[in-house]
């Protein structure tokens, strides 16, 4: 019967049971609920043999159970849609769908035109975001897919060449920064991994290929810190370490870190990638089915596996010696663009401590050769900045040259009363420090020019100074910390006592020599210069130029203080000698000698040569002593001194050096000699003729009587005479002033040679000679202080 219920042991899938009609397929529902109730019945039964055997047992009851369940529902569903009007709108639709595939293509198109538009906007979001470089990398590759895709279609779109314009300049910003990320020292290895898989990926590279680029990123960075770095210390130091960290970066990535990232972006095809699919922008969830087959299933294909260890190993050290030769010659640029000390010996410290720190472990370089390299090249420069300094003591030449050449007699007073107005008006607050300093000024001559000149000479000597606290610090460091080798290997590392005496002794001591050539050096320039300067001074012949000389004279004695102060170190040894010897200073001295004695000379040779010539010295009435000596100078005499003191004051008190002063009285005792041999000469000359006009007289009468003749000299002689004690007295009492404790033999034998010859021609006993002497010590014991400046 058509309404029996067929066996359903007999149907090979389930799918026979609906060929029947609705009657029968419920029949057999009923048939099935009532198996599956009978051997239920049976199960309970056969339940008992064993705990574990029942708990199979229930287990698989519930599983039976629940497909059961699931067996229901599919069926309560089938026998809902199970109707004419359900069946016949399913075989309309699965009609048309079969017969209308331009539909399907019009739907591929718009689905792969759809997410080809939004992918810029997704690169672009990822690159402003910073986010995954590699994720953005993926939507460009996926991208180039679509538009082969779409420029194939004959409804190619307009627009489709801007959208291409527009990810080539995205696919460029990408590689721009990538490759800062590469270069970037603050990366870590993930991040760099990720940023390399991206570079292969958009560059089809393989490892070998991706490692050459990621030196050549890192060697250009480094060059870029070292060329025109304003500061040098902070980006030499940062490229030092950029090279350390290339050296382990590359150690750490490459060959197997990389390797393993790039065999991971095999795993699946793009558009499955969880990232690609978490992109809202580009709607996979509608319109990923609709893509092209090509598209879907793209899996990269990177060749992983092509880089090996030792080709790894060899071009990191062809790097490393590249990377230390850029940068050494970046160094060396750098330096000759540092003009200040300090900031070279900072950089210095900074790349020394760098290196031992790290231990230079870059592969095919051995650290002591790199260590002596910076050495010499750091070494080299603060010579040359030594040599550079003392070479600008020429500016101290060029002012004393510009002072002398803009002269004008309208000066400020240098030389004015120490007590005057203008130095009672000085501010005496801090301690009286503006006016202490303005006296102390005021005696010693350094008036505005004085300080020009010393101004430039103490900003010379202390820009040269400055290298003695530099090498106090060199020589102050301690390595001891940072020279620690930690890893165990000590021939591949700096020995601590050996880099200790190479930085902390051996370099200081190049630098101290060095710079105790360049002042040397600087010194006998200024030597020169000034020896040109005076010669010129010495031979003019102008009014006026004894003021120059005073200024010269000063601007000698301020710098001659000064030198000693140039001494690097404290030992006695070491001390600068000064740079103005007696060859240059002796003619500065004998024209302010000659310019101070010649007036009063010629003064004191009017006076004594024009003095009256009556029988007896006018001060012969001051006499003592039996027979009667002078006891005081002459006018004359006294005023001599008197202008000569005057004269020298008026050049200034602080010019009477004992050096100067020795050349003074040298000199004013020759120009004195000389006038009291003419004196002497001419008084005795008198003399002889008051004697031959007495021997004329006394023949003419020769009545007169022997007791009548005069006793002693005749009266005209006696004056002679007394002016030549007076004379002699003045010799003694002026020579107590003019004597020199280093007196020139000449100048002393002269003076010996015409008090014998006065002598002879007074007749003067011993005694006589001795009290005249005497007299004319005690007097300059008693005035001496009126000449001070002469003592």
């Not at 030196?215 to 090279?243: F, P, Q, Y």
């Not at 790894?312 to 640029?333: D, H, N, P, Y």
């Not at 101290?512 to 210069?529: F, V, Y």
């Not at 012949?541 to 001494?567: H, K, M, N, T, W």
Request: hydrophobic content about 35%; aromatic content about 6%.
């Amino acid at each position: 019967m058509a309404s029996e219920a067929p066996d359903p042991r007999t149907f090979s899938s389930w799918e026979d049971a609906f060929k029947y009609p609705v009657p029968v397929v419920r029949k057999l529902e009923n048939q099935l609920r009532s198996n599956a109730t009978d051997n239920r019945e049976k199960l309970r039964s056969l339940v008992g043999a064993s705990y574990r055997s029942l708990l199979d047992t229930a287990e698989t009851i519930i599983d039976m159970e629940n497909r059961m369940q699931q067996v229901e529902t599919k069926l309560a569903r089938v026998g809902q849609r199970c109707n004419s009007r359900g069946v016949d709108r399913i075989s309309s639709n699965a009609t048309r769908m079969v017969n209308n595939s331009k539909a399907r293509e019009r739907y591929t198109f718009a689905s792969q035109l759809s997410v080809l538009q939004n992918c810029p906007t997704v690169i672009s979001r990822l690159i402003r975001e910073k986010e995954s470089y590699l994720l953005a990398v993926k939507v460009l590759v996926i991208s180039r897919l679509l538009y082969k895709a779409l420029s194939q279609s004959e409804d190619k779109p307009p627009f489709l060449d801007q959208i291409r314009d527009r990810l080539s300049a995205l696919r460029n910003n990408l590689l721009k920064r990538i490759d800062k990320r590469i270069s970037s020292k603050s990366s870590e290895v993930p991040i760099l991994v990720e940023s390399m898989c991206a570079y292969a990926l958009i560059t089809s590279s393989a490892p070998t290929d991706v490692l050459r680029h990621f030196h050549h990123v890192r060697m250009e960075e480094i060059g870029s810190l070292l060329k025109g770095a304003e500061d040098l210390t902070n980006n030499g130091i940062a490229a030092l370490k950029l090279c350390l960290q290339t050296c382990q970066d590359t150690q750490a990535i490459f060959p197997r870190r990389l390797a393993e990232s790039l065999a991971r972006l095999k795993a699946h095809p793009l558009l499955q990638d969880p990232d690609i699919q978490g992109l809202h922008e580009l709607n996979l969830d509608i319109h990923g089915r609709w893509l092209s087959n090509e598209t879907r299933d793209y899996t990269p294909w990177p060749r992983h596996d092509e880089l090996q260890r030792p080709e790894a190993e060899r071009l990191l050290i062809v790097w490393s010696k590249q990377a230390m030769s850029t940068f050494l010659k970046g160094i060396k640029e750098g330096l000759l663009r540092l003009l200040s000390l300090r900031e070279v010996t900072l950089l210095r410290q900074e790349l020394f401590e760098t290196i031992i720190l790290a231990g230079i472990r870059m592969p095919g370089l051995k650290p002591a050769k790199v260590l002596d390299d910076l050495r010499d090249a750091i070494n080299s420069q603060l010579g040359s900045l030594v040599h550079s300094r003392a070479r600008d003591i020429d500016s101290v030449v060029s002012e004393i040259t510009k002072r002398l050449e803009n002269w004008h007699s309208a000066g400020d007073d240098a030389n004015g009363l120490l007590w005057s107005p203008s130095s009672l008006s000085v501010e005496i607050s801090d301690g009286g420090q503006s006016f202490k300093e303005n006296i102390i000024s005021k005696q010693q001559g350094r008036d505005e020019r004085v300080k020009g000149v010393t101004t430039a000479y103490d900003k010379w000597a202390e820009s040269v100074l400055e290298v003695k606290s530099i090498v106090k610090s060199m020589r102050e460091a301690r390595w001891d910390d940072t020279f620690a080798d930690d890893s165990g290997d000590s021939g591949d590392e700096f020995d601590l006592d050996s880099s200790q005496g190479l930085l902390g002794n051996d370099d200081p001591l190049l630098l101290e020599e060095t710079a105790q050539e360049a002042l040397n050096n600087a010194l006998s320039s200024l030597q020169k210069d000034t020896m040109d300067i005076v010669r010129q001074l010495t031979a003019k012949e102008q009014y006026g130029s004894i003021e120059q000389v005073i200024f010269v004279l000063r601007v000698v004695r301020e710098i001659g203080d000064r030198v000693p102060r140039l001494a690097l170190q404290d030992r006695k040894s070491m001390r600068q000698s000064t740079p103005f010897t007696s060859s240059l200073l002796d003619p500065l001295y004998q024209t302010l000698a000659q310019s101070t004695i010649q007036p009063t000379v010629q003064a004191y040779e009017r006076a004594i040569t024009t003095s009256p010539q009556s029988d007896h010295s006018p001060d012969h009435i001051l006499w003592e002593g039996n027979p009667p000596l002078p006891i005081q100078p002459s006018p004359s005499a006294f005023r001599f001194l008197r202008d000569l003191s005057k004269r020298m004051g008026a050049y200034g008190s602080d010019l009477w050096a004992p050096s100067v002063t020795k050349v003074l009285k040298d000199a004013t005792k020759n120009e004195l000699v000389r006038i009291w041999c003419g004196r002497s000469e001419l008084l005795r000359n008198r003399a002889n003729a008051v004697n031959g006009a007495h021997g004329t007289v006394d023949t003419s009468e020769p009545d007169q009587k022997e007791e009548d003749k005069p006793e002693g000299p005749p009266k005209g002689e006696e004056g002679t005479n007394d002016r030549q004690k007076q004379l002699l007295f003045d010799m003694f009492y002026i020579l107590q002033f003019l004597h020199a404790p280093a007196a020139q033999p000449a100048s002393e034998k002269n003076t010996g040679k015409l008090v014998d010859e006065m002598r002879e021609g007074l007749k003067m006993e011993d005694n006589e000679l001795a009290r005249l002497r005497r007299n004319a010590t005690d007097y300059h014991k008693r005035t001496y202080l009126l000449f001070a400046l002469l003592l």
